[in-house]
């Protein structure tokens, strides 16, 4: 565990290590992939005569409700003030297009142009859009009460340590299921972004997702910390990942130290087997020991390094 304090993170002895090595599936949200920087605002273009402020008021209320990757980069612009956010209720997810929602008894719409044209809504044309989304850049739409209101010009990048972490825990076995409600963030442009193979990180569908907010939310009152982290995405992978490593080295030296006893038997058997017994001498047979343990050390330090 002590590898793990550059992550902020612990696996509590190898009873720890033993639950968490048995995880076949680590369940996320969008927003922890990215933090407080991966994502950015890069302008506002607003449309029939809105007021800037209250477009940012609405889509602010509607991210920051929803917990999406954007929360932070709202919650900046809105100087942390969360306290003037309307409340937002009746919240829905729509696959891959965005977020509808009421607040101050208006229905507004969150996503992209598909979730705005799903919901007979007037869009810029796709020409227009092109303008200002190069360079990897994103069109977020917001529209109130049937009328397109505003369109955010956002975008998203994979932090480097945290692709590295993605990239050496997929070939552990484990799958990343990931609960989305941002229109851009979902299986093919995770796996992209972060450079992973398609099929390793499975974004929930909205029932899916309704089912974990349900389970998500329950509190217990005492449960053993098996693993410890400090709440970001890179920090539990890299412990998770630290288990299994812990479990496999402890096996592989088990297998090792069994195997060395194994071969000295064999090699006492086959000398009295040739009657060369009387040249088996104490200093040969610790030196044996010796130089297998030393092996054996080696390769659970090669085992540590390598994590």
Not at 70 to 84: A, E, P, R, T, W
Not at 90 to 105: C, F, H, L, P, R
Not at 216 to 230: F, G, I, L, Q
Not at 277 to 293: E, F, H, K, M, Q
């Amino acid at each position: 565990s002590a590898q793990l304090d550059k992550y902020d993170a612990r696996v509590c002895g190898f009873n720890g290590a033993d639950m968490a090595s048995n995880a076949n599936a680590l369940v996320m949200e969008a927003g922890d992939f990215f933090g407080s920087q991966g994502c950015d605002l890069h302008g506002i273009k607003v449309f029939h005569k809105a007021k800037v402020d209250d477009a940012i008021i609405y889509a602010a209320a509607v991210i920051i409700q929803t917990n999406g990757p954007l929360k932070h980069v709202f919650d900046n612009v809105i100087i942390g003030k969360q306290s003037i956010l309307p409340k937002v209720e009746n919240v829905i997810y729509e696959d891959k297009m965005g977020t509808s929602a009421w607040v101050y008894k208006r229905k507004v719409l969150v996503g992209n142009r598909n979730l705005l044209i799903n919901h007979g809504v007037d869009v810029p044309k796709e020409s227009f859009e092109k303008k200002y989304t190069r360079k990897n850049r994103k069109a977020l739409y917001l529209a109130v009460n049937g009328k397109i209101m505003a369109m955010f010009i956002v975008s998203y990048s994979a932090s480097p340590e945290l692709k590295r972490e993605l990239k050496k825990i997929e070939k552990s076995g484990i799958t990343l299921i990931v609960r989305s409600n941002d229109p851009y963030i979902n299986e093919e442009s995770l796996s992209e972004l972060f450079a992973v193979p398609k099929g390793f990180i499975r974004v929930m569908d909205y029932p899916a997702a309704r089912v974990y907010d349900k389970y998500s939310e329950m509190n217990v009152e005492k449960s053993p910390a098996y693993v410890v982290h400090d709440g970001s995405a890179k920090s539990l992978i890299a412990s998770i990942r630290c288990a299994v490593t812990t479990v496999h080295s402890r096996k592989l030296i088990n297998f090792l130290t069994s195997f060395g006893v194994a071969l000295g038997f064999v090699c006492v058997a086959f000398m009295a087997a040739i009657k060369g017994y009387g040249r088996l001498t104490a200093s040969s047979l610790i030196g044996y020991t010796v130089i297998w343990n030393v092996f054996v050390y080696i390769v659970s330090k090669i085992q540590r390094i390598s994590f």
